[in-house]
């Protein structure tokens, strides 16, 4: 699994980009990783609700084809696009979607951070607080978006929304943890390691 460092990124232009991974590919196509940090951005989900934005701001609002509802994305979260092939791995979306969420969890679990994934409402948990959240694609047989890690950044502009559709939605952070925080670049070398191994189908699955 190839994993391609993309830095501070804007989010329409990767939108994009992601979508002709996706179109182009075939069966011999390597899988990515895309790991990303983006100015700024609301993104609303195929399920979003225009009441879930709460009131108006200069952070822009851009409508994608993930599931989910609306999130917010900005600098100091760590953002991982899974450009992987389904049909290679012979599993569920729900075993996907674990994949992701174990993987995140084994991350914190290395700054001693307790977190845990909740079957009524994709992401990680640690208590009530949502520290990542999930929202994939499948299209053309193919998995596209992924999961955000909130590493150390300004968390306020989730006041701003509902995220996820959940009123009230609580966020922490990897920085209200642990300190001195970790950098995202280390975070990222170790959330993507996890997930390597997670997604990376085994030998008797091909």
Same mark, same amino acid.
């Given at each position: 699994?190839?994993?391609?460092?993309?830095?501070?990124?804007?989010?329409?232009?990767?939108?994009?980009?992601?979508?002709?991974?996706?179109?182009?590919?075939?069966?011999?196509?390597?899988?990515?990783?895309?790991?990303?940090?983006?100015?700024?951005?609301?993104?609303?989900?195929?399920?979003?609700?225009?009441?879930?934005?709460?009131?108006?701001?200069?952070?822009?609002?851009?409508?994608?084809?993930?599931?989910?509802?609306?999130?917010?994305?900005?600098?100091?979260?760590?953002?991982?696009?899974?450009?992987?092939?389904?049909?290679?791995?012979?599993?569920?979306?729900?075993?996907?979607?674990?994949?992701?969420?174990?993987?995140?969890?084994? *991350?914190?679990?290395?700054?001693?951070? *307790?977190?845990?994934?909740?079957?009524?409402?994709?992401?990680?948990?640690?208590?009530?607080?949502?520290?990542?959240?999930?929202?994939?694609?499948?299209?053309?047989?193919?998995?596209?978006?992924?999961?955000?890690?909130?590493?150390?950044?300004?968390?306020?502009?989730?006041?701003?929304?509902?995220?996820?559709?959940?009123?009230?939605?609580?966020?922490?952070?990897?920085?209200?943890?642990?300190?001195?925080?970790?950098?995202?670049?280390?975070?990222?070398?170790?959330?993507?390691?996890?997930?390597?191994?997670?997604?990376?189908?085994?030998?008797?699955?091909?």
């Amino acid at each position: 699994m190839k994993i391609i460092h993309k830095g501070l990124a804007d989010y329409a232009p990767t939108f994009e980009a992601m979508k002709a991974f996706n179109a182009a590919r075939d069966e011999n196509t390597e899988d990515e990783l895309w790991v990303v940090e983006h100015p700024p951005v609301f993104t609303q989900g195929l399920a979003g609700k225009p009441e879930h934005l709460l009131f108006g701001s200069d952070i822009p609002v851009v409508q994608i084809d993930r599931g989910g509802q609306i999130t917010y994305h900005g600098p100091g979260q760590l953002v991982v696009y899974t450009m992987i092939d389904f049909k290679r791995r012979k599993k569920s979306v729900r075993h996907i979607v674990s994949a992701l969420e174990n993987s995140i969890i084994a *991350t914190l679990a290395e700054y001693g951070i *307790t977190a845990a994934a909740d079957p009524k409402r994709p992401g990680v948990y640690i208590g009530e607080q949502k520290i990542a959240s999930l929202g994939l694609r499948i299209k053309n047989g193919s998995v596209y978006h992924g999961l955000a890690l909130n590493v150390n950044m300004d968390l306020t502009p989730f006041h701003q929304i509902n995220p996820c559709g959940y009123a009230g939605m609580e966020m922490t952070q990897i920085a209200d943890w642990v300190q001195p925080c970790p950098t995202l670049d280390e975070v990222a070398g170790k959330l993507t390691a996890h997930l390597s191994t997670q997604l990376t189908p085994k030998e008797t699955e091909s």
